[in-house]
């Protein structure tokens, strides 16, 4: 107990030195509410499940029905590889006790090993069939396939991989992949992302505004407003059902750095509004900021809108909870934090060292501001080249970090025939009996033409388990259809009706690609792969399987961009127009805005940065920042010349350097947390904005009041 009674003394002689009016009490007494209520009614652990791309309803996802109709669903494979002495007897005896261990795991429905399937080593490597499914291409090691119950993979991967763990020594090396452990992994991530992000916003930005306002009323209000907008944005999502997902696990973090945004402009307009009258501070204040803050709040949420349509789940969910979280935000900050405002008996006029800081920077900024603008176009001119070698296709590597045990065993057992399922469809021209001598000769054909394809590694199909079931004796005695129809049967798994429809018109190949060295996209690899079914005299049905969503994925993530992009910037010149009345100024801020997105863009080109769909939307989120300052500059200037005051752009500039600095050191402290998941993706996501941030906060300052005094007829009113 003695150890927690100065913590406790502390809290009680802190709330004891701020003036409390009841109408600050009534929203504290909010937040418990909304903290009990999230507690007992909210799932707050990530969402990530085999729908992590796309939902069911999405088009690219209508092909894997199509095949589970055609098919039957066969259930989700998890693959473990086993490093050893495969020629060993010690090595058979393990691999017996490895599968025995994952039969006996609930929701395991078989098991395909060594011990499971060929009679022994030497009928594997010979073996058409079990060559291509157990025996890596390096002879180093074998797979296990363990066919799951997708609904239970959340409690199968963590059985699996203490089963991994037990049998690995320093003779046996065992590694697991497929897509429900990628999974599973990803959410783990997310988890503790998601507990660490928010751990560390609420102390850095909690010492930030205090060096920034020397104020604990001030620090006590914005921890209140922004732990409000976080709680009641979880709830609302709730309330509509959408999910935590794979990018808007980390909306709270979003949502507070958002909602600190508005808090730090409202502050230094308050602060300013003091200095010049002593009536009414608090209203002035709210009158000079609530029309750029509902501007930006707008500009951010048609952002975060331009990414509802999309056909990418995570994309959709991702949108919906920015736009939900940007408006909270707004809300929370005009309804709450005026009443802390109200609160303070004196204003603090004492600057730290972080706003004194910023005013050595300006100064440093303005001196050698011609230096720094061409500098600016250097930079752009230098990275432009690079938005034409996006990698927005990148492979599965990516999504996890080099050195991971989940990294290491991907990546060998891509190296040794390949690592992302691929499924093709087939049928003969008029839809034919497959299992005719003729059909068979065909696909054999095919067989050999997909696996000489480079991005192909091992291939499994009908003409494969035929091969294999006529290595049995006496069956060459046995018509090619009466062998399917034992290979159908129960007694050996009902094997061929994974590979060949009860009609006999379709069949299927399962082709497991190569992910390590890839420079073609996947679709493009797919269209190639269709020109050699065509060449076979075959016909393609349907493409799908994790190879085939990826790259469906990666396009949809192209065409949000440039279309989003695109889209975005209109709609900023109209608003932009709206708030300023010149279309020369509407004009001139999104030349100056569209070179952060093109900077950014421009040097994940040059230095091979990844494009994934977590870290795509992070161009959006910068041009929201951007637009945010410009926007407080813009509105500054017509409050300028409504009230006869000065209003050409140096002065602006000097009036709104400290909270444009200010929001962007927020911004940029509140990203770079982003850098410290062990999630790949979400640190490119991070430090895009970091980068962006800064980026734009230079472009608000130096770039776009130099682009406005440009000579531009075409202009309404000014």
């Given at each position: 107990?003695?150890?927690?009674?100065?913590?406790?003394?502390?809290?009680?002689?802190?709330?004891?030195?701020?003036p409390?009016?009841?109408?600050?009490?009534?929203?504290?007494?909010?937040?418990?509410?909304c903290?009990?209520?999230?507690?007992?009614?909210?799932?707050l652990?990530?969402?990530?499940?085999?729908?992590?791309?796309?939902?069911?309803?999405?088009?690219?996802?209508q092909?894997?029905?199509?095949?589970?109709?055609?098919?039957g669903?066969?259930?989700?494979?998890?693959?473990?590889?086993?490093?050893?002495?495969?020629?060993s007897?010690?090595?058979?005896?393990?691999?017996?006790?490895?599968?025995?261990?994952?039969?006996?795991?609930?929701?395991?429905?078989s098991?395909?090993?060594?011990a499971?399937?060929?009679?022994?080593l030497?009928?594997?490597?010979?073996?058409?069939?079990?060559?291509?499914?157990?025996?890596?291409?390096?002879?180093?090691?074998?797979?296990?396939?363990?066919?799951?119950?997708?609904?239970?993979?959340?409690?199968?991967?963590?059985?699996?991989?203490?089963?991994?763990?037990?049998?690995?020594?320093?003779d046996?090396?065992?590694?697991?992949?497929?897509?429900?452990?990628?999974?599973?992994?990803?959410?783990?991530?997310?988890?503790?992302d998601?507990?660490?992000?928010?751990?560390?916003?609420?102390?850095?930005f909690?010492l930030?505004?205090?060096?920034?306002f020397?104020?604990?009323?001030?620090?006590?209000?914005?921890y209140?407003?922004?732990?409000n907008?976080?709680?009641?944005t979880?709830?609302?999502l709730s309330?509509?059902?959408?999910?935590?997902?794979?990018?808007?696990?980390?909306?709270?973090?979003i949502?507070?750095i958002?909602?600190?945004?508005?808090?730090?402009?409202?502050?230094?307009?308050?602060?300013?509004?003091?200095?010049h009258?002593?009536?009414?501070?608090?209203?002035?204040?709210?009158?000079?900021?609530?029309?750029?803050?509902?501007?930006?709040?707008l500009?951010?949420?048609?952002g975060?809108?331009?990414l509802?349509?999309v056909?990418?789940?995570?994309?959709r969910?991702?949108g919906?909870?920015?736009?939900?979280?940007?408006?909270?935000?707004?809300?929370?900050v005009?309804?709450?934090?005026?009443?802390?405002?109200?609160?303070?008996?004196?204003?603090?006029?004492?600057?730290?060292?972080?706003?004194?800081?910023?005013?050595?920077?300006?100064?440093?900024?303005?001196?050698?501001a011609?230096?720094?603008?061409?500098?600016?176009?250097?930079?752009?001119?230098?990275?432009l080249?690079?938005?034409?070698?996006?990698?927005?296709?990148?492979?599965?590597?990516s999504?996890?970090?080099?050195?991971?045990?989940?990294?290491?065993?991907l990546?060998?057992?891509d190296r040794?025939?390949?690592?992302?399922?691929?499924?093709?469809?087939?049928?003969?021209?008029?839809y034919?009996?497959l299992?005719?001598?003729?059909?068979?000769?065909?696909?054999?054909?095919?067989?050999?033409?997909?696996?000489s394809?480079?991005?192909?590694?091992?291939?499994?199909?009908l003409?494969?388990?035929?091969?294999?079931?006529?290595?049995?004796?006496?069956?060459?005695?046995l018509?090619?259809?009466?062998?399917?129809?034992?290979?159908?049967g129960?007694a050996l798994?009902?094997v061929?009706?994974?590979?060949?429809?009860?009609?006999?018109?379709?069949?299927?190949?399962l082709?497991?690609?190569?992910?390590?060295?890839?420079?073609?996209s996947?679709?493009e690899?797919i269209?190639?792969?269709?020109?050699?079914?065509?060449?076979?005299?075959?016909?393609?049905?349907?493409?799908?399987?994790v190879y085939?969503?990826?790259g469906?994925?990666?396009?949809l993530?192209?065409?949000?961009l440039?279309n989003?992009?695109?889209?975005?910037?209109?709609?900023?010149?109209?608003?932009?127009?709206?708030?300023?009345?010149?279309?020369?100024?509407?004009?001139?801020?999104?030349?100056?805005?569209?070179?952060?997105?093109?900077?950014?863009?421009?040097?994940?080109?040059?230095?091979?940065?990844?494009?994934?769909?977590?870290?795509?939307p992070?161009s959006?989120?910068?041009?929201?920042?951007?637009?945010?300052?410009?926007i407080?500059?813009?509105?500054?200037?017509r409050?300028?010349?409504?009230?006869?005051?000065?209003?050409?752009?140096?002065?602006?500039?000097?009036?709104?350097?400290?909270?444009?600095?200010?929001?962007?050191?927020v911004?940029?402290?509140g990203?770079?947390?982003?850098?410290?998941?062990?999630?790949p993706?979400?640190?490119?996501?991070?430090g895009?904005?970091?980068?962006?941030?800064?980026?734009?906060?230079?472009?608000?300052?130096?770039?776009t009041?130099l682009?406005?005094?440009?000579?531009?007829?075409?202009?309404?009113?000014?």
């Amino acid at each position: 107990m003695s150890s927690h009674k100065p913590i406790w003394t502390s809290l009680v002689q802190f709330f004891k030195n701020l003036p409390i009016t009841r109408e600050i009490w009534a929203f504290i007494g909010v937040t418990l509410l909304c903290i009990m209520t999230l507690a007992c009614c909210v799932n707050l652990t990530p969402q990530i499940d085999e729908n992590v791309f796309f939902s069911s309803s999405d088009p690219e996802f209508q092909s894997e029905l199509k095949i589970n109709q055609l098919f039957g669903s066969a259930g989700t494979e998890l693959v473990i590889s086993v490093e050893g002495a495969i020629d060993s007897p010690q090595y058979y005896e393990r691999i017996v006790r490895i599968s025995s261990a994952i039969k006996n795991i609930d929701g395991v429905r078989s098991v395909i090993s060594l011990a499971d399937g060929p009679k022994t080593l030497k009928h594997a490597l010979e073996g058409p069939m079990w060559s291509r499914l157990l025996i890596a291409q390096d002879r180093k090691s074998t797979l296990l396939i363990a066919v799951i119950d997708l609904s239970q993979s959340k409690t199968i991967v963590p059985q699996i991989e203490a089963v991994s763990d037990k049998f690995t020594d320093d003779d046996y090396k065992l590694a697991i992949s497929g897509f429900p452990y990628m999974v599973e992994l990803i959410a783990r991530n997310l988890t503790r992302d998601l507990i660490l992000f928010s751990t560390l916003a609420f102390i850095v930005f909690g010492l930030m505004v205090y060096m920034i306002f020397q104020s604990k009323s001030i620090l006590f209000g914005t921890y209140v407003v922004c732990l409000n907008a976080c709680l009641i944005t979880l709830l609302v999502l709730s309330f509509f059902n959408v999910p935590i997902g794979l990018i808007s696990a980390n909306i709270p973090l979003i949502v507070f750095i958002m909602t600190l945004s508005h808090i730090i402009f409202l502050t230094f307009n308050w602060q300013t509004a003091v200095k010049h009258t002593q009536e009414t501070p608090v209203i002035d204040a709210v009158k000079a900021t609530f029309p750029a803050s509902f501007w930006s709040m707008l500009t951010t949420l048609l952002g975060f809108v331009s990414l509802m349509t999309v056909p990418a789940k995570p994309l959709r969910d991702f949108g919906v909870s920015g736009a939900v979280g940007c408006v909270v935000a707004m809300l929370i900050v005009y309804a709450m934090y005026p009443a802390f405002l109200r609160n303070i008996r004196r204003l603090q006029l004492t600057e730290g060292a972080f706003l004194k800081g910023e005013e050595r920077l300006f100064g440093f900024l303005e001196k050698h501001a011609v230096t720094l603008i061409v500098a600016i176009g250097l930079v752009l001119v230098i990275v432009l080249p690079g938005v034409s070698k996006l990698n927005t296709d990148p492979s599965l590597f990516s999504y996890f970090q080099k050195g991971s045990g989940l990294y290491k065993g991907l990546e060998y057992i891509d190296r040794n025939g390949g690592s992302s399922p691929l499924v093709i469809v087939t049928h003969n021209e008029d839809y034919e009996n497959l299992t005719t001598n003729a059909s068979f000769k065909k696909m054999w054909d095919l067989q050999e033409g997909l696996e000489s394809h480079k991005a192909v590694g091992q291939a499994l199909s009908l003409p494969v388990l035929l091969s294999q079931a006529l290595k049995e004796p006496f069956a060459f005695l046995l018509s090619k259809s009466l062998l399917v129809k034992i290979l159908e049967g129960e007694a050996l798994d009902e094997v061929a009706k994974g590979f060949v429809t009860q009609d006999r018109r379709h069949g299927l190949y399962l082709l497991r690609m190569y992910e390590g060295g890839r420079t073609q996209s996947r679709l493009e690899v797919i269209d190639e792969l269709k020109e050699i079914v065509d060449s076979r005299g075959l016909k393609t049905e349907i493409v799908g399987g994790v190879y085939s969503l990826q790259g469906h994925l990666s396009q949809l993530v192209v065409d949000s961009l440039i279309n989003g992009l695109g889209k975005l910037l209109i709609i900023f010149g109209v608003i932009i127009f709206i708030i300023s009345r010149s279309i020369k100024i509407a004009v001139m801020t999104i030349v100056g805005v569209l070179f952060i997105p093109l900077t950014i863009l421009g040097f994940s080109g040059i230095y091979g940065i990844p494009l994934d769909i977590v870290s795509a939307p992070a161009s959006n989120v910068a041009i929201g920042m951007g637009i945010d300052s410009i926007i407080h500059m813009i509105n500054i200037r017509r409050r300028r010349k409504e009230q006869g005051r000065k209003s050409d752009w140096q002065d602006i500039k000097e009036e709104l350097y400290k909270p444009i600095f200010t929001s962007i050191a927020v911004v940029s402290v509140g990203f770079v947390i982003f850098l410290l998941s062990i999630f790949p993706p979400l640190q490119r996501f991070g430090g895009s904005i970091v980068f962006g941030a800064a980026f734009a906060g230079l472009i608000a300052l130096y770039v776009t009041p130099l682009l406005y005094k440009f000579k531009f007829q075409f202009k309404i009113k000014d």
